[in-house]
């Protein structure tokens, strides 16, 4: 199989999007064990055809767009959230000859989709023209450009140690030891920065339930909100693959599975973590979740490159 | 029937009456007897203020707190005697502290003129309270900042607790919304920030106005806090009650004192049984009935039983509103377990009205020991469990700490008791410093915490839990024999054992039974100390078999007055941990 | 690598996206049933209806963050050409950048010093300086 083959293309579009609807069961019900209670588990065995379900009844919910918004950017927001984490994928390397494209600036790229989806949230809140909608926009405005900044940086530290963007070499550059190790302050950044990209809980700021009702998507319904939903999903799972693909070595490991089934095993941990963070944790304060970004996050990852380069440059002589 | 008023056990006229008298002379004071023996005189409505501020600032020993502030319609009471004249009635409570002693001041009003002076400038939180006596009976308030309805929308005709004011829906022209009025009432309720004189502009910004809640997942109930916004940060708020009034105080004066109960396990609905007791109390102080030993320490155990419940879910709800959402599920497996002994020794759940006139419906069920000894041994452990998940998790800290605070003045100034009170420092609990239902007899401690913040609310209760739990764990260790409720003829039920013998006793129970007892005018206040703070039931009785008035004092409704002050300058994210960490609920707020 | 020829699985994807997105926003148009009611066409605000609407001025605080961002951001692109190429340029580089990120640690030190990174209000300031104590 070549990256690239029109098998690999669809293949990974329908898997990626069949595993985000999964990832709304999945969540359910790890956070109804750890919870001590069921989650849903009626609906065909384990409660797997929720999913199902829920999505043939989104598709029957009204369309709606309300009259007091802004009614072009209102349609297109929610695509912008579902095209930028789906395309994002494209430079994923799921194993060896399992891809879509495989770029030379691939680390590059997930960056820039990464920003783009930021544009969806606060546009939404922005044009709906509701109150709780634009605090919630105001506080993703705020939160996702605050951690933009250092998103970037925190995987410096790796593209140092593979010389290279490409993410296909960086896996490859990981056969020795995973990067997770070396560049463990990457990681942790990293990690954060991500939270707070996707806007999952603890750093739910721009929804918050308690504080803001729903926040940026709050008159949404139907499957716009349908496709806030499934991106968030989408960007959990695409933010899991990268942290495989940058720190935990992709689709390397012992050859009695095959890579892609490492590839997958490591991203569904990865997964489970962030859902068990959000079970977890209290959510910070807009100031205090900013202030750490700015004060905390930034200096770290700007050290952790000083260190990275100065430690390979002083062992390369 | 007895006399109206009679006198308390060796009561002369109390020290506090004596001082007003040297003060201002006994002329126009008019002593009252009551029977819950707090010092009670009707003064002349010239004297209230000065009064008021000699009771609060020159007195030794002042009275702190505006404890309860309300009105009566006494138009239509038959035993007035040795009263002053009045069609309207207002009854100020206050609370000393130091004096551990409170005094009743009333103020007789003509209908014709039913105004006063206010008292806002002398107490902060008599600023509802004089609201609500307008709503409730168009008693005008002089010099009030904004005297306007509280409870009922501001379309509503009339004063419902008025005694000519229709009780039922069926005195009145059937219901119905057509959409007309409908965007009446809508528009009333719409806010206008100048009516609370706010500004819509500053010069650098403009300020939002928004509405959180009724319909709102953090405001606990149907409440709505109206904000004035600069971004996050909260300029002024003005809360918004009354959504869920269900006219508790009038439905009092239309139900026989018996079946009235379950009413009051409704007012503060978390807390059960629990609000029986200040109710029942009342009646037995007038009924002159002595409740036995058993039945008083069954009242304490199930009362704390309902403590634990509501601190568990106001402890779930606090971590989950501060955005964690798994310790309420945790919490509610807890209270399950512990409704399940509810259940066993009542028959229900949250509300299991068990408490009777004079008792409790039952006794104790056979094994009901084994089931609390399990309960006991399982749920301390749990509790040092969620310390680490809820108390020592850094982002909690840092969200509630130093967040909403105010001190132990402004706590008595405002009227905040129970574990608001006591997180500021004020080790001041009502089962120790007036023991009621045999609690003297118990060992627990007071709890307090130093800050008066939201993180200190919330530790304050925790401990509180632990205490109920060793209070339970003495009521099952030392539970006395005899019968669970009084021999007297005016507790309901009433004794059943001679109806069988003569006539008169089965006629006696039949009108008992199907009328209700006829309780012996009088009046009377009794406190306790619920699950939120201080709830009193000031019970007025005419000799009849319905209440005459029946005034409820919540501990809600002053905490959520305070709500301004302890969110002025936070952002919306405090505000949420403030409201969590008050723990009220608004069926005890609007009543 | 040739990219030219590896592009083209790229644009059938993003074709595929768009039809899924497309089909997302489109069918429930056909299927969704229509309601109407008096209150559909008001924004919600907690059931209240609302007073002011969300066109008003912020203060500037926001602003500033946008700045902070672009000027952070794109100080950090200099460090993305740095990190793939630090191996080539070698101890002469890392000194370069070691001074290029000790000016923006002063410009962060600098903006952290007057306050500008601090997002708290002033009561919030207060209350913590006291727990601080």
């Known amino acids: 199989?070549?990256?690239?083959?029109?098998?690999?293309?669809?293949?990974?579009?329908?898997?990626?999007?069949?595993?985000?609807?999964?990832?709304?069961?999945?969540?359910?019900?790890?956070?109804?064990?750890?919870?001590?209670?069921?989650?849903?588990?009626?609906?065909?065995?384990?409660?797997?055809?929720?999913?199902?379900?829920?999505?043939?009844?989104?598709?029957?919910?009204?369309?709606?767009?309300?009259?007091?918004?802004?009614?072009?950017?209102?349609?297109?927001?929610?695509?912008?959230?579902?095209?930028?984490?789906?395309?994002?994928?494209?430079?994923?390397?799921?194993?060896?000859?399992?891809?879509?494209?495989?770029?030379?600036?691939?680390?590059?790229?997930?960056?820039?989709?990464?920003?783009?989806?930021?544009?969806?949230?606060?546009?939404?809140?922005?044009?709906?023209?509701?109150?709780?909608?634009?605090?919630?926009?105001?506080?993703?405005?705020?939160?996702?450009?605050?951690?933009?900044?250092?998103?970037?940086?925190?995987?410096?530290?790796?593209?140092?140690?593979?010389?290279?963007?490409?993410l296909r070499e960086i896996v490859e550059a990981q056969r020795d030891v995973w990067f997770c190790l070396p560049q463990i302050a990457g990681l942790v950044t990293f990690t954060i920065a991500a939270i707070a990209e996707m806007h999952r809980a603890p750093f739910d700021l721009p929804e918050g339930e308690q504080e803001l009702v729903a926040g940026f998507h709050m008159e949404y319904s139907g499957m716009k909100f349908g496709m806030f939903f499934v991106g968030e999903y989408l960007s959990v799972t695409l933010n899991a693959?990268?942290?495989?693909?940058?720190?935990?070595?992709?689709?390397?490991?012992?050859?009695?599975?095959?890579?892609?089934?490492?590839?997958?095993?490591?991203?569904?941990?990865?997964?489970?973590?962030?859902?068990?963070?959000?079970?977890?944790?209290?959510?910070?304060?807009?100031?205090?979740?900013?202030?750490?970004?700015?004060?905390?996050?930034?200096?770290?990852?700007?050290?952790?490159?000083?260190?990275?380069?100065?430690?390979?440059?002083?062992?390369?002589? | 029937m007895e006399t109206a008023v009679r006198q308390q056990k060796g009561a002369?006229?109390?020290?506090?009456?004596?001082?007003?008298?040297?003060?201002?002379?006994?002329?126009?004071?008019?002593?009252?007897?009551?029977?819950?023996?707090?010092?009670?005189?009707?003064?002349?409505?010239?004297?209230l203020l000065e009064v008021l501020r000699y009771l609060k600032h020159e007195i030794g020993q002042p009275y702190g707190m505006l404890y309860d502030l309300a009105g009566i319609d006494e138009r239509?009471?038959?035993?007035?005697?040795?009263?002053?004249?009045?069609?309207?009635?207002?009854?100020?409570?206050?609370?000393?502290?130091?004096?551990?002693?409170?005094?009743?001041?009333?103020?007789?009003?003509?209908?014709?003129?039913?105004?006063?002076?206010?008292?806002?400038?002398?107490?902060?939180?008599?600023?509802?309270?004089?609201?609500?006596?307008?709503?409730?009976?168009?008693?005008?308030?002089?010099g009030h900042p904004n005297l306007r309805r509280i409870l009922l929308p501001p379309t509503w005709n009339g004063h419902p607790l008025r005694k000519d004011h229709p009780a039922r829906a069926t005195e009145m022209e059937p219901f119905s919304l057509p959409e007309e009025r409908q965007e009446r009432e809508q528009e009333a309720l719409k806010f206008v920030p100048e009516e609370w004189g706010m500004q819509r502009h500053s010069a650098e910004s403009d300020f939002m106005f928004l509405n959180l809640g009724p319909n709102h997942p953090s405001v606990h109930g149907v409440f709505r806090v109206a904000l004035q916004l600069d971004g996050e940060e909260i300029v002024d708020a003005v809360p918004d009650i009354g959504y869920h009034h269900r006219a508790a105080e009038k439905m009092g004066e239309r139900q026989s004192w018996h079946t009235y109960i379950p009413y009051t396990d409704r007012v503060d609905y978390l807390g059960g049984s629990l609000n029986n007791l200040p109710y029942l109390m009342a009646i037995e102080k007038m009924a002159g009935i002595e409740v036995p030993e058993r039945a008083q320490v069954i009242r304490v155990m199930i009362s704390e039983f309902y403590r634990i419940a509501s601190h568990l879910l106001f402890y779930g709800t606090f971590a989950q509103d501060i955005g964690q959402m798994s310790p309420i599920f945790y919490m509610f497996i807890d209270r399950e377990k512990l409704f399940e002994i509810i259940e066993a020794i009542t028959g229900a759940r949250m509300h299991s009205s068990y408490f009777r006139i004079g008792g409790v419906a039952m006794d104790?069920?056979?094994?009901?020991?084994?089931?609390?000894?399990?309960?006991?041994?399982?749920?301390?452990?749990?509790?040092?469990?969620?310390?680490?998940?809820?108390?020592?998790?850094?982002?909690?800290?840092?969200?509630?700490?130093?967040?909403?605070?105010?001190?132990?003045?402004?706590?008595?100034?405002?009227?905040?008791?129970?574990?608001?009170?006591?997180?500021?420092?004020?080790?001041?609990?009502?089962?120790?410093?007036?023991?009621?239902?045999?609690?003297?007899?118990?060992?627990?401690?007071?709890?307090?915490?130093?800050?008066?913040?939201?993180?200190?609310?919330?530790?304050?209760?925790?401990?509180?839990?632990?205490?109920?739990?060793?209070?339970?764990?003495?009521?099952?260790?030392?539970?006395?024999?005899?019968?669970?409720?009084?021999?007297?003829?005016?507790?309901?039920?009433?004794?059943?054992?001679?109806?069988?013998?003569?006539?008169?006793?089965?006629?006696?129970?039949?009108?008992?039974?199907?009328?209700?007892?006829?309780?012996?005018?009088?009046?009377?206040?009794?406190?306790?100390?619920?699950?939120?703070?201080?709830?009193?039931?000031?019970?007025t009785s005419d000799g009849n078999t319905m209440s005459y008035r029946t005034r409820i004092r919540t501990p809600s409704f002053p905490h959520l007055q305070m709500i301004p002050i302890m969110s002025r300058g936070l952002m919306i994210a405090d505000l949420i941990a403030i409201l969590a960490s008050i723990d009220f609920v608004m069926a005890d707020v609007d009543r | 690598m040739a990219q030219t020829t590896a592009l083209w699985p790229l644009i059938i994807y993003f074709a595929a996206v768009l039809v899924v997105v497309g089909v997302m926003l489109g069918l429930p148009n056909l299927l969704g049933q229509r309601s109407r009611g008096k209150a559909t066409v008001e924004p919600f605000e907690s059931g209240i209806v609302p007073v002011g609407d969300t066109k008003i001025r912020f203060s500037v605080q926001f602003y500033l963050i946008a700045i902070f961002f672009v000027i952070f951001d794109l100080e950090a692109v200099y460090l993305f050409a740095w990190a793939v190429a630090f191996r080539e340029s070698g101890w002469a580089g890392f000194i370069e950048i070691v001074v290029f990120i000790f000016v923006l640690i002063a410009a962060l030190a600098y903006l952290w010093l007057i306050g500008a990174l601090d997002w708290r209000t002033r009561r919030q300031r207060r209350v913590e300086s006291k727990i601080n104590n």
């Open chain 2, 76 to 142: 239509v009471r038959v035993h007035r005697e040795g009263m002053p004249d009045s069609d309207f009635t207002v009854v100020y409570h206050l609370l000393s502290f130091g004096r551990n002693d409170d005094i009743r001041l009333k103020v007789a009003l003509p209908e014709s003129h039913p105004t006063l002076p206010s008292i806002t400038g002398l107490w902060a939180n008599a600023n509802w309270y004089e609201r609500e006596a307008f709503d409730m009976f168009g008693i005008r308030f002089e």
């Open chain 2, 12 to 47: 002369g006229v109390a020290p506090v009456i004596e001082a007003l008298h040297g003060r201002f002379g006994a002329e126009g004071f008019v002593p009252q007897a009551t029977h819950d023996g707090i010092p009670t005189v009707w003064l002349p409505k010239e004297r």
């Open chain 2, 364 to 539: 104790l069920p056979e094994g009901w020991a084994k089931r609390i000894r399990e309960f006991i041994a399982y749920f301390p452990p749990r509790l040092d469990d969620y310390d680490t998940m809820v108390m020592e998790n850094g982002l909690i800290r840092r969200r509630t700490r130093g967040i909403g605070a105010y001190t132990t003045n402004e706590a008595i100034e405002w009227g905040a008791t129970g574990p608001g009170l006591r997180a500021t420092g004020f080790g001041w609990d009502y089962r120790k410093a007036r023991p009621y239902s045999g609690y003297q007899n118990f060992e627990f401690e007071i709890p307090i915490a130093q800050h008066g913040d939201c993180y200190d609310r919330c530790l304050v209760r925790v401990e509180e839990m632990r205490q109920s739990i060793r209070i339970i764990e003495q009521c099952v260790n030392n539970m006395p024999e005899g019968p669970h409720k009084a021999y007297h003829p005016l507790t309901t039920p009433p004794p059943k054992d001679r109806t069988m013998h003569d006539i008169e006793t089965l006629i006696q129970h039949f009108l008992s039974v199907s009328w209700g007892p006829v309780i012996p005018p009088g009046e009377a206040c009794i406190t306790v100390e619920a699950t939120k703070g201080l709830n009193g039931y000031y019970l």
């Open chain 1, 241 to 317: 693959a990268m942290m495989v693909t940058l720190f935990f070595g992709g689709w390397l490991g012992p050859a009695f599975l095959p890579p892609l089934l490492w590839f997958m095993l490591k991203t569904s941990l990865v997964i489970i973590f962030f859902i068990l963070v959000r079970s977890a944790l209290p959510r910070p304060r807009y100031d205090q979740l900013m202030s750490f970004g700015w004060k905390v996050m930034l200096p770290v990852t700007l050290l952790n490159l000083l260190v990275t380069g100065a430690a390979v440059l002083s062992t390369q002589h």
């Open chain 1, 1 to 166: 199989m070549t990256v690239g083959s029109p098998l690999n293309v669809f293949g990974i579009l329908f898997s990626v999007i069949t595993v985000s609807a999964l990832l709304i069961w999945v969540e359910r019900r790890l956070i109804g064990i750890w919870q001590d209670r069921l989650g849903p588990n009626r609906l065909g065995p384990l409660g797997l055809m929720q999913v199902a379900a829920d999505m043939i009844k989104i598709f029957f919910k009204e369309d709606w767009t309300p009259p007091f918004a802004d009614r072009p950017v209102f349609f297109i927001a929610p695509a912008i959230i579902m095209i930028a984490t789906l395309t994002g994928f494209v430079v994923i390397p799921f194993a060896p000859g399992i891809g879509v494209v495989d770029f030379n600036f691939g680390l590059l790229y997930f960056l820039a989709l990464s920003s783009l989806s930021v544009y969806s949230v606060v546009l939404a809140g922005y044009v709906s023209n509701n109150k709780y909608a634009l605090l919630g926009s105001l506080r993703a405005a705020a939160q996702t450009i605050s951690y933009e900044v250092f998103m970037g940086l925190s995987v410096m530290g790796v593209v140092m140690l593979a010389g290279s963007f490409n």
